[in-house]
Structures are given as structure tokens and as C-alpha cells.
């Protein structure tokens, strides 16, 4: 494989907080149109992995390489203007306003002096949308207020609110934890609907909704690469199953 064929590169990325090495000489690829999925016990360093690919801890060594792109000399804003979205566990929309407003509010405006006062609601920022709308399950719903929706509609509408901006690499940090079947059903969907045009990287713990979603599975144990491959190449790994399942 060239690298170009890879939307990420992540090569010997290492961070130490007070020399405890949390994420120690880690490597992994991504290719586009890709939903990877990384699993580990707690502690195993995947939410300070994504951490540093958005630039909101900084690295004490390697490389993150987006699209030619090295990320680990940009700053958070730098790195969400390259095309990278991040989106936490607690979903965090205004809940005062209605869907289409959080939406709105998402769409970029680009760097313009005038701001928010040049940002029209134009055609093709409702026809826009009205797109994103429909991909997480929320057309019916653009003029109600995001307070009334439930935890997993907040949870997609914050998908969406990224989706709007367009990223080419998506992170999500257990995006079904707290949500009911059915909304876990629908996330799998969504997520599949999503990597026809971008990359996503997922934390995640229920072994069911990786089935459903993962391309490939990413296991870190202590910071480290464990094992990598399709879910039955990973379940079936011993060092996998030795490391879920204690001794
Ligand atoms: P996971 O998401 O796999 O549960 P984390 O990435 O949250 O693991 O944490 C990995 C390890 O790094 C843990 O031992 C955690 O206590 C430690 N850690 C994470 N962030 C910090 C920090 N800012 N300062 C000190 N230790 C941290």
C-alpha cells in the first residue's frame, strides 16, 4: 500500500503525562470512506488518542499526517479547519434553539469581517440543511427546540452540526452510550450513510454496535497497538481475548 491511499497517518505517536506514557509508539492508517473503531480496557489510552489528533492534548513525539498534513504542528482550530470533526460524549447543542437553528449556527461562514451579519439564510444553506437533516433522522423535527428532543436525536443532531462543516474525518467518542436499541440501530445506519463520503473513527465499547459499524478494529492495551484487523480477526486474537477477559 502507498501512503496516499491513507486519510490519516499516525506514526509513533507518544505522549507522557508526568513520564507515564499514555499513548506509547502508537502507529495506525486509516483509509478513506473507512469506519475504524478502536477498543480497549479502560485506561488504554483511546480517548487521549483522539485527544491528540485534534490537537487538544499535544504529543511528545511522532507524527499525525491528514491528508498530507502533519497535525501535531497545528493548533485545534487549524485542525478543524483541515477537515477534522470532533465530537465529545455529552452532546453539547443549544438547547434553546430549534434544530435548524443549531444547524445554521454550524454552517461555516468562512472568515469574513462582516460575520455573522453577511450570513444570509440562503438556498443553498437550507437546501444544505435540509440534506444533513435527513441523514441523522431529524427532517421532521427542524422547528422543534433541541431541548425537547430526545438523548439520542441530541446526539445525532450534533453529528449533524459537524456534518455541516463538511469534515473528510469524523471522531466519535462512544456516540450510543446512554441511547436506547432502536437509536443504536439508527447510529449504525447513520454512520454507514456517512462514510460513503468521509472517514470515521470511533471509540467504543459495545462489542455488538462495532460489529455493525467497523471496517476495521484498532485494540490498544497500555497505550500500545494490541492486535488489528476485521472484528473476527481481533476477537479471535488470544492476546485480545487475554486482555478482556483478566487471567
Ligand atoms: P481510555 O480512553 O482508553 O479509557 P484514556 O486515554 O482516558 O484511556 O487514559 C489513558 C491513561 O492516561 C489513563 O491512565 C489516564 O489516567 C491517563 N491520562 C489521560 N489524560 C491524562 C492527563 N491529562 N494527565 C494525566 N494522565 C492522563
Do not use: C, M
Given at each position: 500500500d502507498s501512503k496516499d491511499a491513507f486519510i490519516?497517518?499516525?506514526?509513533?505517536?507518544?505522549?507522557?503525562?508526568?513520564?507515564?506514557?499514555?499513548?506509547?509508539?502508537?502507529?495506525?492508517?486509516?483509509?478513506p470512506n473507512e469506519c475504524r473503531v478502536?477498543?480497549?480496557?479502560?485506561?488504554?489510552?483511546?480517548?487521549?488518542?483522539?485527544d491528540l489528533i485534534c490537537g487538544r492534548t499535544k504529543a511528545t513525539g511522532g507524527s499525525v499526517q491528514f491528508k498530507g498534513q502533519e497535525l501535531l504542528k497545528m493548533r485545534e482550530d487549524q485542525i478543524v479547519h483541515?477537515?477534522?470533526?470532533?465530537k465529545f460524549q455529552n452532546p453539547s447543542v443549544y438547547e434553546d434553539l430549534t434544530v435548524f437553528e443549531n444547524l445554521e449556527i454550524s454552517y461555516p461562514r468562512g472568515y469574513s469581517v462582516f460575520g455573522a451579519l453577511a450570513f444570509?439564510?440562503?438556498?443553498a444553506?437550507?437546501?444544505?440543511?435540509?440534506?444533513?437533516?435527513?441523514?441523522?433522522?431529524?427532517?421532521?423535527?427542524?422547528?422543534?427546540?433541541?431541548?425537547?428532543?430526545?438523548?439520542?436525536?441530541?446526539?445525532?443532531l450534533e453529528i449533524g452540526m459537524l456534518l455541516i462543516q463538511d469534515p473528510e474525518l469524523l471522531m466519535l467518542d462512544e456516540p450510543v452510550a446512554g441511547m436506547s436499541v432502536a437509536?443504536?440501530?439508527?447510529?449504525?445506519?447513520?454512520l454507514n450513510r456517512i462514510i460513503a463520503d468521509r472517514s470515521v473513527i470511533v471509540i467504543e465499547h459495545d462489542m455488538k454496535f462495532v460489529?455493525?459499524?467497523?471496517t476495521r478494529v484498532t485494540v490498544l492495551h497500555q497505550g500500545k497497538l494490541l492486535a488489528e484487523g476485521s472484528m473476527a480477526h481481533v476477537?479471535?486474537?488470544?492476546?485480545?481475548?487475554?486482555?478482556?477477559?483478566?487471567?
Open positions: 490519516l497517518t499516525v506514526e509513533d505517536l507518544t505522549v507522557s503525562f508526568d513520564g507515564f506514557k499514555a499513548v506509547n509508539g502508537l502507529n495506525f492508517y486509516v483509509e478502536i477498543i480497549g480496557p479502560n485506561g488504554a489510552g483511546k480517548t487521549t488518542v483522539l483541515a477537515g477534522v470533526g470532533r444570509r439564510r440562503d438556498q444553506v437550507r437546501d444544505r440543511i435540509a440534506e444533513i437533516a435527513e441523514i441523522i433522522f431529524l427532517q421532521n423535527h427542524l422547528q422543534e427546540k433541541a431541548a425537547y428532543l430526545s438523548h439520542g436525536q441530541k446526539q445525532w437509536e443504536r440501530v439508527k447510529t449504525a445506519e447513520l460489529e455493525d459499524i467497523a476477537q479471535a486474537d488470544p492476546k485480545v481475548i487475554e486482555v478482556y477477559l483478566g487471567h
